[in-house]
Each structure stands twice: as structure tokens, then as C-alpha cells.
């Protein structure tokens, strides 16, 4: 069999605990991003819903106009 050398015994990866801690730094920073979008989009929402409910109502006015012009008519 092949002798393996001491050099490469000595080589080590992660441990496990220090694999945990940067997954748990990585989900950490995730979530405070996740807020941060939150808080700009919000305000995005709102102005779509405004301008939505703008949109309808004036629909239904052309709509409730047109028709009693057709009641009259024309």
C-alpha cells in the first residue's frame, strides 16, 4: 500500500460547528435583507393600490355617464 505523507494528515477542512455558525451568519443576513426590501416595497404597494382604486372609480363614473346617455338617447 501507498504511505501517506505527514504533510497531507495535517491538512483539515471545516468542522462542522464552524460550518453551522456560518450558515446560521448567512440565514442572519438574509432576513435583515428580506426586511429592508419590505420596508421600500411597501410604499410601492400603496401607491399601486391608490392609483388602482383612482382608476376604478372613474371607470364606473364613464360607465354610469354613459348609460344614462343611452337612457336619453344618444
Known sequence: MRKVSKQRLN??????VEMLI????????A?????GV???LNPAKNARNSVSKRV????????????????IGF
Open 11 to 16: 491538512v483539515r477542512g471545516f468542522t462542522l
Open 22 to 29: 456560518v450558515v446560521g451568519i448567512i440565514i442572519i443576513l
Open 31 to 35: 432576513g435583515a435583507v428580506a426586511l
Open 38 to 40: 419590505s420596508d421600500v
Open 56 to 71: 376604478l372609480s372613474e371607470s364606473k363614473s364613464i360607465s354610469l355617464s354613459e348609460s344614462k346617455l343611452a337612457d
